[in-house]
């Protein structure tokens, strides 16, 4: 089924896509139903549940990475989608995902880790928490965050600090200092790992910017071989691992990879959608576009 059959609305949703989710997991159409018939129904107060975690700001995220030197992975509603057995579609993204149980379990454990080398962020509260009729200056749909106040406590460290997912979406994170991303990574070597590379490659991120072409469709199953480039370009330009970052948008497996390299030293930050911003010149503001590698 094309593209131009997925984005056929229904009130407002693409119910071809579901018939995509449901080829690869029957078993999601459970979790459908009880969702639509109970889960957005209940009245529970979701809030007690996360007044044992800290919250950074986006700034304070930033901060945290800078400071730390912690690799990042970011968690929003669409690998709470992975959780519940729903893989992840245009028009519903601009990227896809097939849903599979190993890629669930990874992120699972991605999303539950206490490694204090890995900053683990994901949505604030302050909006999957909030009531239907809230309003945003940002995009909001209530029905996006069901399953995310619903389940995400479940599996995270008591006590733990989380950051914040949309540091690198300049709308929702308006309190984000650029200019001191910019210059903490002026002398680092960035490696970007990400699809459709040749709309980006003019961008000069650091010292020397590095890309890795990965493909917009199910990077999940072409992990191993995303992880190996990653490291073929760190020793083949012989970078030195405390002065490289990579940043890895690709979905889920951004975060997966992140968590599963912390044990080769290497780096990762999940940048998720900054690189969309290439389409609106707003990163060229931001970094020089001279030569890169």
Request: hydrophobic share 40%.
């Amino acid at each position: 089924m094309g593209l131009f059959f997925r984005k056929v609305r229904i009130f407002g949703r693409f119910p071809l896509v579901r018939l995509f989710q449901l080829k690869d997991n029957p078993k999601y159409l459970w979790h459908m139903l009880k969702k639509n018939l109970v889960y957005k129904r209940e009245k529970t107060d979701f809030s007690q549940f996360y007044q044992d975690f800290t919250f950074l700001t986006g700034q304070e995220t930033l901060e945290e990475l800078i400071h730390s030197g912690k690799s990042l992975a970011r968690f929003s509603d669409g690998e709470i989608d992975q959780i519940t057995g729903a893989g992840i579609y245009p028009p519903d993204s601009d990227w896809s995902q097939r849903w599979s149980q190993p890629l669930q379990d990874d992120i699972i454990t991605c999303l539950s880790s206490d490694d204090p080398r890995l900053l683990v962020a994901f949505t604030p509260p302050s909006t999957f928490l909030a009531p239907s009729d809230a309003r945003f200056d940002i995009r909001f749909e209530w029905n996006m965050w069901v399953d995310m106040r619903r389940l995400l406590w479940r599996f995270l460290v008591p006590g733990a600090t989380y950051g914040h997912s949309f540091l690198f979406i300049k709308q929702n994170c308006p309190d984000v200092d650029w200019d001191m991303l910019r210059g903490y990574w002026q002398d680092k070597h960035i490696i970007v790992a990400t699809g459709r590379i040749e709309k980006i490659q003019h961008l000069n991120l650091g010292l020397k910017t590095y890309f890795i072409e990965c493909g917009t469709d199910n990077a999940y199953q072409r992990k191993e071989n995303i992880k190996e480039q990653i490291m073929r370009t760190i020793i083949k330009n012989d970078l030195p691992k405390d002065q490289t970052i990579v940043c890895a948008s690709l979905g889920p497996t951004a975060g997966i990879i992140a968590h599963q390299m912390l044990d080769h030293d290497i780096r990762v930050w999940d940048t998720g959608h900054m690189f969309e911003f290439a389409a609106n010149h707003f990163l060229e503001n931001i970094f020089e576009t001279r030569k890169h590698i």
